[in-house]
């Protein structure tokens, strides 16, 4: 079992930065996929940042890259999502997830989430 904690999120003005962490507990997750989802209520759960746990490939939505940045620190079993120039419509409760095998955009291949953290960004 992994238990997943998000923290990070906050209100910023457009164009500032974040940086998100997911932290995992229980069993250590440096052999799980890792992914970051973004949700607005009454919408799907939307892709945003995957990596892998072997070749530390990443994966990004076209609508973030140039502007968020997935790494991974497995000696401190912690996620981060760096978030740049941020914009309104990126105002969401994003959420960490693990799973086994390799980074994919599907929310169904990851096992394990969080409880999400809120990003809010005023124009």
């Known amino acids: 079992q992994v238990h997943l904690v998000e923290s990070g999120g906050g209100l910023v003005q457009a164009g500032g930065s974040l940086r998100l962490s997911c932290a995992a507990s229980?069993?250590?997750?440096?052999?799980?996929?890792v992914g970051w989802f973004r949700q607005l209520p009454g919408k799907e759960r939307e892709f945003v940042a995957a990596i892998s746990w072997s070749t530390r490939t990443t994966y990004y939505a076209d609508s973030v890259k140039g502007r968020f940045t997935i790494s991974r620190d497995d000696g401190k079993n912690t996620v981060y999502l760096q978030i740049n120039s941020l914009k309104p419509e990126d105002t969401a409760l994003y959420y960490c997830a693990a799973g086994p095998g390799i980074a994919t955009k599907t929310p169904a291949s990851y096992y394990y989430w969080g409880q999400g953290t809120q990003v809010t960004v005023s124009s």
């Open positions: 229980g069993r250590t997750f440096s052999s799980y996929a």
